[in-house]
């Protein structure tokens, strides 16, 4: 019985948690890490990064598309369905082979980050107290090939005086798992002056740092929390009433003694707020 309790409120924990993180929905313009915003979304483009290697008798091409900000665009209907970037990959490998004035061989396409619709990346920085953080890593798991989970690590430095047009830099493609750097003034945080060329177009640059309209904010995720915390309480414990305890009736709303009671608890805890309230407005002035 009490385990069973436990192992619930361990499901329901668990549940919270999942929930919790795809609340906060990732937004490039609006990027928040250990309480500083940045605009990321100056990189908001699809980056390709060519390297190529000599490989006797052929040419070796390997190529990386990357977009920060959102997943890739889909490839034209021209690419054969099977060399193409597989859908919601913010980041894609493939390596194409070149070999006189054969045709081109794709030899390998491959999802380093993002595999299934409404992936996000984390945003990882240390700080020390007041300082923004000058470098983050920006970090999102891919598909899973021959056992190895493939995932990429952007290490983000901010460049105040650089262009948001620098390319990334392959730092090394090890183990499923590809390092990129990344100087820009995009990755300097917004109070710091980072991305000079907003222009005043962003009215609330700089404002609240942790509330936005958006919905992203604390207290919305807070308020999304309770509301799906209650479900799952609700859902959960009509579940356990019925299928373990076999209650019917209205027996099957958990603690139910509790809840006949909540209305007229309100109602006091109300009339409790509002005789203070008015008592202290008597006190004060009179209202017409
Ligand atoms: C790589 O090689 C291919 C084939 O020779 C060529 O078309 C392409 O421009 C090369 N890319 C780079 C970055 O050198």
Redesign the pocket.
């Known amino acids: 019985m009490r385990r069973m309790m436990r192992a619930l409120f361990a499901l329901v924990f668990v549940a919270l948690v999942l929930i919790g993180r795809a609340t906060a929905e990732f937004d490039c313009k609006k990027t928040q890490i250990a309480g500083y915003t940045y605009d990321l979304s100056l990189l908001a483009n699809d980056i390709t990064l060519?390297?190529?290697t000599t490989t006797p008798p052929t040419?070796t091409?390997t190529k990386y598309k990357v977009n920060p900000c959102a997943p890739l665009v889909a490839e034209p209907a021209s690419v054969p369905e099977i060399d193409r970037c597989p859908e919601n990959a913010w980041i894609c490998r493939s390596v194409t082979n070149?070999k006189n004035d054969d045709k081109?061989r794709v030899t390998e396409v491959g999802t380093v980050a993002g595999v299934r619709k409404g992936d996000e990346p984390i945003l990882e920085a240390r700080t020390n107290g007041n300082q923004s953080p000058t470098t983050f890593h920006w970090k999102l798991a891919g598909a899973e090939v021959d056992k190895l989970t493939w995932s990429a690590d952007i290490q983000f430095i901010c460049d105040k005086n650089g262009d948001n047009k620098n390319q990334p830099q392959i730092v090394d493609f090890k183990d499923g798992l590809l390092k990129l750097e990344w100087s820009v003034p995009a990755a300097c945080a917004l109070e710091d002056g980072g991305s000079g060329d907003d222009g005043g177009k962003n009215p609330d640059k700089g404002g609240d740092k942790d509330e936005d309209s958006s919905g992203g904010g604390f207290f919305s995720t807070i308020f999304t929390l309770l509301v799906v915390g209650f479900a799952l309480y609700l859902v959960i414990g009509v579940m356990y009433k019925v299928l373990v305890v076999r209650a019917n009736g209205l027996d099957i709303i958990p603690n139910l003694a509790f809840w006949r009671e909540f209305p007229y608890l309100c109602a006091d805890f109300t009339q409790h707020m509002w005789n203070m309230v008015s008592g202290r407005r008597r006190e004060g002035y009179s209202v017409v």
């Open positions: 060519e390297t190529n040419i091409s070149y081109p």
